[in-house]
T-cell receptor
């Protein structure tokens, strides 16, 4: 089956620093990648949609200058949390979509970010 | 009002019970309906999907969609302790939002031996 990896799985950083999270589709080319954040015991909230070679589309209320997304290739997207603050601590999950129907989307294992 | 509402539970049942999980939604444009299972500190994995109204069965799992009442259900028969997880319903429209998923809050299910 389609596999999506994320790196790192867990990161702790100090307030004011930047953190980069990678999302890779390991055995398929992803036309679109999505980035979600999930707070404890809450649902996944879509942050942005990224297509290879074009600018990401951010959801309402998500600061594009704070959450930088780069979709460098059909197998790699990165999310950089700039000048992180404790309120950015969350579980970040990416998904990768094969060209097709909405459910043909595969999720990574997530990255736990803790900002101290 | 959230676009997709789901009772967060938690729901605790004995092994072998039939589990019923439900969501309601408000956007009549939703055409695709999915159920995901998420174990603690892991990403969601797709369990079932349906297009428009109707039923779909896969082993112990049955998904139902009633578009007239905007109601989504997942039934788990003969529940097992390994079914203990958070279950998320998700919806999607077609067109320009193809692939964009809207999730419910998730229901935490515990199946005890």
């Amino acid at each position: 089956g389609a596999v999506v990896s994320q790196h790192p799985s867990r990161v702790i950083c100090k307030s004011g620093t930047s953190v980069k999270i990678e999302c890779r589709s390991l055995d398929f080319q992803a036309t679109t990648m999505f980035w979600y954040r999930q707070f404890p015991k809450q649902s996944l909230m879509l942050m942005a949609t990224s297509n290879e070679g074009s600018k990401a589309t951010y959801e309402q209320g998500v600061e594009k200058d704070k959450f930088l997304i780069n979709h460098a290739s059909l197998t790699l997207s990165t999310l950089t949390v700039t000048s992180a603050h404790p309120e950015d601590s969350s579980f970040y999950i990416c998904s990768a979509r094969i060209r097709g129907l909405p459910y043909e989307q595969y999720f990574g294992p997530g990255t736990r970010l803790t900002v101290t | 009002q959230k676009e997709v509402e789901q009772d967060p539970g938690p729901l605790s049942v004995p092994e072998g019970a039939i589990v019923s999980l439900n969501c309601t939604y408000s956007n009549s444009a939703f055409q695709y309906f999915m159920w995901y299972r998420q174990y603690s500190r892991k990403g969601p994995e797709l369990l079932m999907y349906t297009y428009s109204s109707g039923n779909k069965e896969d082993g112990r799992f049955t998904a139902q969609v009633d578009k007239s009442s905007k109601y989504i259900s997942l039934f788990i028969r003969d529940s097992q302790p390994s079914d203990s997880a958070t279950y998320l319903c998700a919806t999607s429209t077609g067109g320009t939002s193809y692939g964009k998923l809207t999730f419910g809050q998730g229901t935490i299910l515990t199946v005890h031996p």
